[in-house]
């Protein structure tokens, strides 16, 4: 039986595209809860859905009032949206901090979605300004909101106390753009794919570029940063913490290793998520 090369050609890129999807499915599918504010918190304290524009940009999250003075930045991952923190949002664990805010990165959620800003340095810019002026605030990372959260800690540490990376995607040499990624370009990804997941691909793949730009500035952190890895990360290498101990200043610098974890550490073990917030309380 004779097969053309034609067919052998298509069908190798539907099985290239099954594997692609395979792959990608735990990121566009993670295990938080969706659904409106009615859902997601059906008795109160509710959350309020804001939007303000900072520099060009609108951007939209979710604030959750609280009895302290000291609030909580909690940046996504990609993809992803501000319910990836619904759980934080009303935690009474965390009550008694101040204003707890779950942001839509630029180009997710209501925050422009498609426009996404690959340059990690300009996008922290525009999330800072989040913070109060005057105020100092834990600021909370997933995955690529980890560098995210970095260069904020960096960058503006006079309203920084403190920082959690959770499972943070930052060590340049492990973040190089992978098969997928690149697959992702073709013709047959754009007509299958997600939208959310092209859009997190534009900044994937420009990412270890972006890593090699904060890893010239880790010398300059000022401020705690507690950096939470669970060691069965299929995503973002377990090697993290070690080349982050080997950059970070260590008087800032405390690492928690998870053994049993892997990327969905914060929503698998919140508990060790919450600890490490209460322990940057600023008081």
């Known amino acids: ?26 990121c566009s599918n993670p295990p938080y809860p969706r659904g409106g504010i009615a859902e997601l918190y059906p008795q109160p304290p509710r959350p309020e859905l804001r939007t303000a524009k900072l520099a060009d940009r609108s951007i939209s999250f979710a604030e959750m009032a609280g009895s302290g003075s000291t609030p909580i930045l909690f940046v996504h991952g990609s993809p992803g949206d501000w319910k990836a923190w619904a759980r934080y949002l009303d935690s009474p664990a965390l009550a008694d901090f101040g204003p707890r805010v779950a942001v839509d990165r630029p180009g997710y959620g209501g925050s422009g979605a498609g426009s996404v800003m690959p340059d990690l340095r300009a996008q922290a810019q525009v999330l800072a300004q989040l913070i109060p ?11 690529l909101g980890g560098p995210l959260i970095a260069w904020m800690t960096i960058d503006h540490p006079e309203k920084v106390c403190g920082a959690v990376m959770v499972a943070g995607s930052v060590a340049p040499d492990l973040e190089a753009p992978r098969w997928y990624n690149r697959f992702a370009q073709t013709w047959l990804a754009r007509v299958t794919l997600p939208a959310e997941m092209l859009w997190s691909n534009e900044e994937i793949l420009p990412l270890q570029q972006q890593l090699r730009r904060l890893d010239q500035q880790w010398p300059q952190l000022q401020r705690p940063l507690i950096a939470i890895q669970g060691e069965k990360d299929e995503l973002v290498d377990p090697r993290t913490v070690d080349y982050l101990e080997s950059r970070a200043p260590k008087q800032w610098l405390r690492i928690i290793r998870v053994a049993d974890q892997g990327h969905f550490v914060l929503w698998e073990r919140p508990q060790i998520v919450t600890d490490a917030i209460r322990s940057l309380h600023c008081s």
């Open 133 to 143: 002026d005057g105020s100092k605030a834990v600021l909370v990372g997933h995955s």
């Open 1 to 26: 039986m004779h097969v053309s090369s034609s067919w052998f050609c298509a069908m190798k890129d539907i099985l290239w595209m099954s594997l692609l999807g395979l792959l990608l499915a735990a």
